[in-house]
């Protein structure tokens, strides 16, 4: 069965490092997803890609952060100065059109800022 | 913010059917109800969706009230595999853009021997 895979499972990095953490989605799919998950805390949304471009972004994704589809397979988040409060679980995820059809979620990437 | 609403907690005997309900009284008509889980810290895994059709797959069943207000997912025949944070999440239908999901805190579902 077709999976979403990000690396790396596990980042640490110390505060004001930039990262990129990295997502291959389905490779039929089209529309693009990075949601973030603080320990104990609910799944938010941060930023959804289509066509190139950001469809959607949530108030977390600020300036710090941006994403790329670099060469038609992978998927990056990258956060360019991180912060202590950046420390999450970073998910990825595809659907292969919008309306009425699933997102398959990876496993996530545990990053932690020290 | 989330617009469904759903039991903090619930507990079930393995081998028995899970009833999990969810209320989405403000769900417009083109509203998807879906449904996933997260077992332990894994991504979100996809369970089923529907529009105002009752469905069912291998996974489970999704019954939605006439007035669309409220639905319950149904795991037939529950294992300890099961046990996870259930997420009801009211979906709008977007053509041609993306579009997010927005997770509550949802149901722990802890299913026991």
């Known amino acids: 069965e077709p999976e979403v895979t990000q690396t790396p499972s596990h980042q640490v990095t110390q505060m004001g490092q930039e990262v990129i953490l990295r997502c291959v989605p389905i490779s039929n799919h089209l529309y693009f997803y990075w949601y973030r998950q603080i320990l104990g805390q609910k799944v938010e949304f941060l930023v959804s890609f289509y066509n190139n471009e950001i469809s959607e972004k949530s108030e977390i994704f600020d300036d710090q952060f941006s994403v790329e589809r670099p060469d038609g397979s992978n998927f990056t988040l990258k956060i360019r100065s991180t912060k202590l409060e950046d420390s999450a679980m970073y998910f990825c995820a595809s659907s292969d059109q919008a309306p009425n059809t699933e997102a398959f979620f990876g496993q996530g990437t545990r990053l932690t800022v020290v | ?113």
């Not at chain 2, 109800?33 to 489970?60: C, D, F």
Request: hydrophobic content about 30%; charged content about 20%; proline content about 4%.
């Open chain 2, 1 to 113: 913010d989330a617009k469904t609403t759903q039991p903090p907690s619930m507990d079930c005997a393995e081998g028995r059917a899970a009833n999990l309900p969810c209320n989405h009284s403000t769900i417009s008509g083109n509203e998807y109800v879906y449904w996933y889980r997260q077992i332990h810290s894994q991504g979100p895994q996809y369970i089923i969706h529907g529009l105002k059709n009752n469905e069912t797959n291998e996974m489970a069943s999704l019954i939605i009230t006439e007035d669309r207000k409220s639905s319950t997912l149904i795991l037939p025949h529950a294992t300890l595999r099961d046990t996870a944070v259930y997420y009801c999440i009211v979906r709008v239908e977007n053509t041609g853009t993306a579009s997010k999901l927005t997770f509550g805190t949802g149901t722990r579902l802890q299913v026991t021997l």
